[in-house]
């Protein structure tokens, strides 16, 4: 066995893998999301708080203080960039479709920061030293969700969010997830909605989202060069449109009983939907950062 | 097995942005592209734009390329190849007073 061969022993996938995206290549199918625009291609149509994903980035993971730090694996990682704007969120999204109904299982090996400050501080909640840096309290939240549509237009998102600090940017370090499904370019259409830039896209409102497990807390490894790669996996099930089970580490939580709440209208054009995406979001204007290793999306069907 | 096939990407740096006043497009990081070009399509303009290629050894820290300018003073599109920088980059742009437009920025590399 050559060390090429070894790539999957870092993963523990289902019967059939849909796709095994390690960076040292391409992008591999993760783009920008964007919202959607008229039949001119007139992206002034497109929704404000849709319109500036930001473009992922292949990094090598290289900072100001050690140079080139590299990946779990390799040379290159998938980056996520936001800007330095509160509320701002980056975005990496892979679109597929369903050729079956059951589990299915996203696994990544990951690593989150704040972007360093030099020669300047940035608003911070808490002190240096005693192990820990100001930095930490600079990450806002990351996400892994899909967009899923099934069964006669039913369409849904299973939603995980790890939020490192609130909105104040106050630590909370808490697994959520939202109870209302996002808003579409439709709602806002309809009237429903019409959010500002930088909104959170996956469910705008704080008082919609839920803590689910105990807080946890990640490897911050002190300063915000340090990068560890933390692994999770995610189970979710189409036939059941429910979540099933996520780990993080070697913390593993039930999420049966985390629902996942459908659009109450069924949507057309999207039959057998599929996607994943992964998105960072900043609480105060310092970028944050998401480094994922690979991607490994597998399913027993 | 070796795959000869060369690696390409475009990321669309800014969307439709409307700019009224200089800036800095974000970093950008391209370290495995042995050349880049950037592209600038003013949708709409009613003066000149200046652009000259930044880059930087960590994303934090920045400088100019060269001592080349990019002037777009019309509605189109403008690009210049990049050879020669380290793996972050990004675009400088100076904005005539009173000058509004509302821009398209594309950074392509190819390694």
């Known amino acids: 066995m050559n060390v090429n061969e070894t790539a999957l022993s870092k993963y523990n996938p289902l019967s059939r893998v849909l796709c095994f ?4 290549s391409t992008t591999h199918g993760w783009t920008e999301l964007l919202g959607n625009y008229d039949g001119r291609g007139d992206l002034d149509t497109v929704d404000d708080h849709m319109r500036d994903f930001r473009p992922p980035q292949l990094s090598s993971c290289t900072f100001f203080d050690v140079g080139t730090h590299g990946t779990l694996s390799g040379n290159y990682a998938l980056k996520l960039a936001t ?6 969120t980056a975005t990496g999204i892979r679109r597929l479709t369903m050729a079956g109904r059951g589990r299915v299982r996203i696994e990544t090996h990951f690593a989150f920061k704040a972007e360093a400050t030099v020669g300047h501080e940035a608003p911070a909640s808490v002190p240096w030293d005693g192990n820990r840096h100001p930095s930490e309290s600079q990450f806002g939240a990351f996400t892994v969700a899909t967009d899923i549509c099934s069964d006669g237009g039913l369409r849904y998102h299973n939603v995980i969010r790890y939020q490192n600090t609130n909105l104040d940017g106050e630590m909370t370090n ?3 997830y939202p109870v209302v499904p996002e808003p579409t370019p439709r709602d806002h259409q309809e009237g429903k909605f019409a959010l500002p830039y930088a909104a959170d ?10 803590t689910f497990g105990e807080p946890l807390e990640m490897c911050v490894n002190e300063v915000p060069t340090k990068i560890n790669w933390h692994y999770l996996r995610w189970d979710i ?3 059941t449109r429910s979540n099933v089970e996520l780990q993080l580490n070697d913390r593993v939580m039930d999420m049966r009983d985390v629902p996942v709440p459908p659009y109450p209208d069924r949507y057309g054009t999207l039959d057998n939907l599929l996607n994943f995406y992964f998105s960072v979001r900043t609480h105060c204007g310092v970028r944050n950062f998401l480094f994922l290793d690979s991607v490994l999306i597998s399913v027993d069907w | 097995m070796r795959h000869d096939m060369r690696s390409t990407t475009t990321a669309v740096l800014e969307r439709n942005t409307v700019v009224r006043e200089d800036f800095a497009t974000e970093p950008y990081e391209l370290p495995w592209a042995a050349e880049a070009r950037f592209f600038v399509q003013a949708l709409d303009l009613d003066g000149p734009l200046d652009f000259r290629t930044e880059i930087s050894p960590d994303g934090l820290h920045w400088c100019p390329l060269d001592d080349v300018e990019h002037r777009i003073d019309a509605p189109g599109l ?9 793996q972050w980059l990004r675009v400088r742009c100076a904005v005539g007073p009173g000058t509004t437009g509302k821009l398209r920025i594309y950074l392509v590399g190819k390694g």
């Open chain 1, 174 to 176: 808490r697994w959520m």
């Open chain 1, 201 to 210: 896209f996956t469910a705008p409102d704080p008082d919609d989202w839920r």
């Open chain 1, 237 to 239: 099930d189409t036939s």
């Open chain 2, 78 to 86: 403008i690009t210049w190849a990049v050879s020669g920088f380290g």
């Open chain 1, 83 to 88: 800007r330095p704007y509160p509320g701002h």
């Open chain 1, 21 to 24: 995206d390690r960076f040292d």
